[in-house]
């Protein structure tokens, strides 16, 4: 009898592997390994996670505006009209016990000191009201300056790969372009994108003078100005690092993925796991297939809250173990640290 070729879909055929559960990172460690280890070394599984992937919906920015607290402005209000009230009551009473020149002073002069004060208290109020509102006017403006940002490096981004073999510009390991904020020099070089790009509103160096350095300048520096150079090369943002297993390091390549973490907001030092842009709140994330966010964790949401893009499942800030292991490192960080060779 001839045997029917199996044409079941590989998400349903896997009937072992909880992929929902994976790809929501809603499972424990030790199971999400095991899953990640089958979907490395299956076409179709790794098929079926990418249109899991795809059919998230993507969510909008989650931070929220700042509101003052409810019945403020009318509580105030309240509070400035009894205030109002009592003022009255005690001008009336203070003018009747001053002799009439006096009296005739106060009526005369327009202002008392309780009138400066009702003023003074007017304006406080008011002011409580409105500031929280212009703070966060300009906070959330900046996070959309950044993001704009963010989308336009994209933009380079993809040119660059679409003459590169669908590779994005990355590290050259073992060269003073080793680390990885070697992509802006690149892009500069390429004419691709400007300096401004580099700069998230919210870092100071946005106020600075500040030029992404040729990858020439760079060849030809050592010592101090090198280090300079690396660390102001990528900007203010954090850029993949690709991944590195047993065959070796693994640039990183796009395929438009809409889960794959490409850029984000620096976290600023080499130990740190979270960023100091945005007041501390959160980061701005560019994804592979251009789309932009605001997070307020750190998690590459792949091994739950734990797995930070800004270090690998070892905690090291270098490349990622294995292809779903993102990592995005600031400027002068290094993919791969080749060890020093000794006599």
């Not at 998230?200 to 100005?225: H, V």
């Not at 130990?271 to 007041?279: K, P």
Request: glycine content about 8%; charged content about 20%.
């Amino acid at each position: 009898m001839e045997q029917q070729p199996d044409n079941r879909d590989p998400l349903n055929g896997a009937e072992d592997l909880d992929l929902v559960g994976f790809v929501l990172g809603a499972l424990e460690p030790e199971e999400h390994s095991r899953i990640a280890e089958k979907i490395s070394g299956s076409p179709e599984l790794q098929e079926a996670v990418d249109r899991l992937y795809a059919s998230l919906p993507k969510t909008p920015e989650s931070w929220q505006s700042v509101r003052p607290p409810s019945g403020l402005a009318r509580r105030a209000c309240e509070k400035v009209v009894d205030f109002d009230r009592t003022r009255e009551l005690f001008a009336q009473s203070d003018l009747a016990s001053q002799p009439a020149s006096k009296a005739r002073t106060y009526a005369g002069s327009g202002w008392s000191w309780r009138d400066i004060v009702v003023l003074a208290g007017t304006c406080l109020a008011v002011a409580l009201i409105l500031l929280p509102s212009i703070l966060n006017s300009r906070y959330q403006a900046r996070i959309a300056m950044c993001q704009n940002n963010l989308r336009q490096v994209s933009t380079a981004l993809q040119h660059y790969s679409q003459s590169h073999a669908g590779f994005l510009p990355s590290a050259e390991l073992g060269s003073r372009l080793g680390v990885a904020g070697a992509y802006g020099p690149i892009l500069r070089d390429a004419e691709l994108i400007q300096d401004r790009l580099l700069l998230c509103p919210s870092s100071p160096l946005s106020q600075s003078n500040f030029s992404i350095p040729t990858t020439l300048e760079i060849t030809r520096s050592d010592g101090a100005k090198l280090s300079h150079l690396q660390r102001k090369m990528g900007g203010t943002y954090a850029y993949t690092m690709g991944y590195y297993d047993q065959e070796g390091w693994h640039a990183p390549r796009s395929s438009q993925r809409p889960y794959v973490m490409v850029m984000a907001d620096t976290n600023d030092s080499s130990n740190s796991q979270y960023s100091r842009r945005h007041g501390s709140r959160g980061q701005n994330i560019l994804f592979e297939d251009g789309h932009t966010a605001f997070l307020q964790d750190c998690s590459a949401h792949l091994l739950g809250d734990d797995d930070s893009i800004y270090v690998n499942r070892f905690g090291l800030v270098a490349a990622g173990v294995d292809p779903l292991d993102t990592v995005l490192g600031p400027s002068f960080a290094r993919p791969v640290t080749f060890p020093t060779k000794t006599e």
